[in-house]
């Protein structure tokens, strides 16, 4: 059983371009989580999905910022117009169904805007 | 507001001796917690969880201690080994309504000499 499986692993981008990160949550898991990470910080909430569905996007910045799950193929979040301060790790996760709390992490992607 | 925090942000151990790792909530409704480790460039492990009507878990070589009263959450490694050198961090949620949204706090880097 593969993982949660987030790529690209590493992604550079300059300032005003937009980058798109995709995960794959394990076989089976239908809810997705997504976080970021600065430096020498813990995870920071973003949003959570479903297919097709945003439950819960409280902690996504309310502009340049977006997420979809959708009905066939991996989680994206995609941030338009890049700017330095987007530098950061961003790690999905995913669980099998509402309710259960124990989510499996991917090895997230680190983004750095030049 | 909510806030989960460490009381020390690095930890230095000796290989064998006994490690605890502390960390306070601020949030009394969160009822669910749970211990991961990170190393370097990964994403979050998922080490041990407890609910808020225990006080006490055990797992292997692991051992979590909740005290509701003063809003306190640790981590006890037993024979810490150089592998366990990582990155822990607490996280509080709420098993009926944050539907998997962790909160997170700022991490304890641990440092096991051998």
């Known amino acids: 059983n593969a993982g949660v499986m987030q790529n690209p692993r590493h992604l550079v981008r300059r300032r005003g371009q937009e980058a798109r990160l995709r995960c794959s949550p394990m076989k089976g898991h239908s809810h997705v989580y997504w976080y970021r990470q600065l430096p020498e910080e813990g995870l920071k909430f973003m949003v959570y999905?479903?297919?097709?569905?945003?439950?819960?996007e409280s902690g996504m910045p309310k502009e340049r910022f977006s997420a979809e799950f959708p009905k066939e193929g991996p989680s994206i979040l995609r941030i338009q117009q890049v700017v330095r301060g987007d530098s950061a790790a961003y790690f999905c996760?995913?669980?099998?169904?509402?309710?259960?709390?124990?989510?499996?992490f991917g090895p997230g992607t680190r983004l750095t805007v030049l | 507001g909510e806030s989960v925090g460490l009381h020390l942000p690095t930890l230095s151990v000796q290989e064998g001796d006994n490690s605890i790792i502390n960390c306070a909530y601020s949030?009394?409704?969160?009822?669910?917690f749970i211990w991961y480790k990170q190393e370097s460039g990964k994403g979050p492990q998922f080490i041990i969880d407890?609910?808020?009507?225990?006080d006490k878990r055990q797992g292997q070589r692991v051992t979590v201690l909740l005290n509701k009263t003063v809003k306190h959450l640790s981590l006890q490694i037993a024979a810490t080994q150089p592998g366990d050198s990582a990155v822990y961090f607490c996280a509080e949620n709420m098993v009926h309504t944050n539907a998997g949204k962790s909160t997170f706090g700022d991490g304890t880097t641990l440092t096991v000499k051998p």
């Open positions: 949030n009394s409704a969160s009822d669910y």
């Open positions: 407890i609910r808020s009507n225990m």
């Open positions: 999905l479903q297919k097709e569905n945003i439950i819960d």
């Open positions: 996760a995913s669980s099998p169904r509402q309710g259960v709390n124990e989510q499996f």
